[in-house]
């Protein structure tokens, strides 16, 4: 695709970037077919390619206007396009630069800017979030049912392992785990302590920042990478192994912090370190050949129990790891159903089913009705909001995958 960057954005930093993306997309339109707003709204500016085109206009200098900004908010940022492209395209980074520049142009009114600041403040704080949410749980009762299952039930963290291990691993602890799934990094804890290896968290640590660049404030997104960077640091120099994230959505941003922060003097070797020392808590658990992943394939599904996996977008598309975790799953003797149309979206997307509620409910429709066809008795996920989005629309129990392999292992040890 040939460019002509406007003046304003033409050789800065950001300018470079995106006319490398703009110049690797050759309009195959093959992301149309993976994007799940195109397939609801069958729109082609509602669509990966329609929306290149808008931000390339933009970009080179076209007035964006209400319809602009309208399309690219709809955009769930599940990235399927970028897993479907054969021209490797950076359709997120090309989003994340151009939406604050339409933002500025367009404005948006008084009520969806303090929506979108109280999301990132709320959102990003655990103290904030956890409050709150236990506001709601004691109201719950009094709800009427629709609000009654936005609102998760109580739940505990059980109890963690000391850290005795020689080998140790970074845990980031996350903003709203803590408070809609708080035995998530406790099961991690538990299971990995099991192989031999302590979970520790960096106290200084906090939101990862994806929250704030979802909401088109990457200063904000890229200040809350260098603060973890940071608290992690110590750690790194003193060899931990690695840095484990247990919310995919997490580790997609922090796998990027080498690339976010590459123009950065101060930042850009420290962060290339981070992002090549981070990993998904899956594949963590599949790299270790001891004796204990012998006895964790052996906790065998002896009840014939069938479990649904949702393999959130940000696991398949922002990590690139289609098919690993339901391979591992399978290793450790779960029995998964077949899921029809695995990768396409729940609709949670962060704040998406906040923001776009409308086109969130369509999806998380299709996908509960996916996971449901194989008649499962539980649904496991990787990440946290997906957790509690699919919790809304199903009585099945939703949970991360860590939790139930937990659950195995103490099933096993019992026998």
Known sequence: MQTHLADFIKD????????????NCVHCGFCNATCPTYRLLGDELDGPRGRIYLMKQVLEGAAPTARTQLHLD???????????CPSGVRYHRLLDITKPIVD??????????????????????????????KMGQTVRPLLPAALKRQVPLPSRSGPRPASSHARRMLLLEGCVQHALSPDTNAAATRVLDRLGISLVAAREAGCCGVISMHLDAEHAALAQARRNIDAWWPYVEDGVETIVMTVSGCATMVADYGKLLAQDPHYAAKAERVSALMQDLSAVIAAEQTPLIALLRSARNSGGERIALQSPCSLQHGLRMQGQLEALLAELGFTLTDVPDAHQCCGSGGTYSILQPELSQQLLAKKIAALNSGGPSAILTANVGCQAYLQTATDLPVMHWIEALDARLKRTSLN
Request: charged share 25%; with cysteine.
């Open 12 to 23: 800065t930093p950001h300018g470079i970037e995106v006319d490398a993306i703009l110049r």
């Open 74 to 84: 709809r955009c769930l940022m599940c990235r399927a396009c970028e897993t479907a």
């Open 104 to 133: 500025q142009r367009v404005g948006r009114s008084f009520f969806k800017t303090v929506q979108r600041r109280v999301l990132r403040r709320v959102l990003s704080q655990p103290w904030l979030f956890g409050l709150m949410v």
